[in-house]
């Protein structure tokens, strides 16, 4: 099976910002980039759009979704759970201990009253085995956030969590694997 990842476009946000699963828009700019965005995808057939519930991948997904086409949102292609720090700027988080505890090792703590990266890896995991099972989908396209894309980078192609950050996603971009 080949499954295409794309991430959402730039969300309504400045920079800097946690923003993880806060359910926030995109940006004025999401017309211009949805037309970038269509050239990418063009020419690939898709047999289901799987996206996020959250607006930011909904109004990409709907929006190159044909009407006769699946589309399933599913919590578990949600961004990562950053609890307490959502919506707070980064430079503002980093001051706390707990912040400097969570960037040596993202992977197996969790923010405060949110995730960490192995939490989102099991879920991303659940969900892949779960498509794998559903044969009528050989050529999905997922919409998705980049913490979601790089945990399927590090399924598809038996990668280290500790390796998930070598992976660049940037705003819009499609990534495909075969799993």
């Known amino acids: 099976m080949e499954i295409h990842l794309l991430r959402h476009t730039k969300p309504q946000i400045a920079e800097g910002v946690c923003y993880g699963q806060s359910d926030i828009g995109l940006s004025k ?21 799987f996206s996020s519930p959250l607006k930011r991948c909904i109004a990409l997904a709907k929006s190159l979704c044909g009407e006769d086409m699946f589309l399933c949102l599913d919590g578990r292609l949600k961004e990562m759970n950053f609890g307490q720090w959502e919506m707070k700027e980064w430079t503002e988080i980093a001051e706390h201990e707990e912040a400097r505890k969570w960037f040596r090792n993202y992977i197996e703590t969790p923010c405060p009253g949110g995730e960490c990266f192995v939490d989102l890896y099991k879920r991303v995991d659940e969900f892949i085995n779960i498509l794998k099972t559903q044969k009528q989908f050989e050529n999905p396209l997922i919409v998705t956030h980049a913490g979601v894309i790089r945990a399927v980078n590090c399924i598809a192609n038996s990668k280290d969590l500790s390796e998930a950050f070598d992976l660049n996603v940037g705003f819009g971009e499609l990534i495909s694997f075969q799993v």
């Not at 700019?29 to 759009?49: C, P, Q, R, T, Y």
């Open 29 to 49: 700019s999401f017309a211009e980039e949805l037309i970038v965005v269509k050239n990418k995808v063009a020419g690939i057939e898709f047999d289901g759009v």
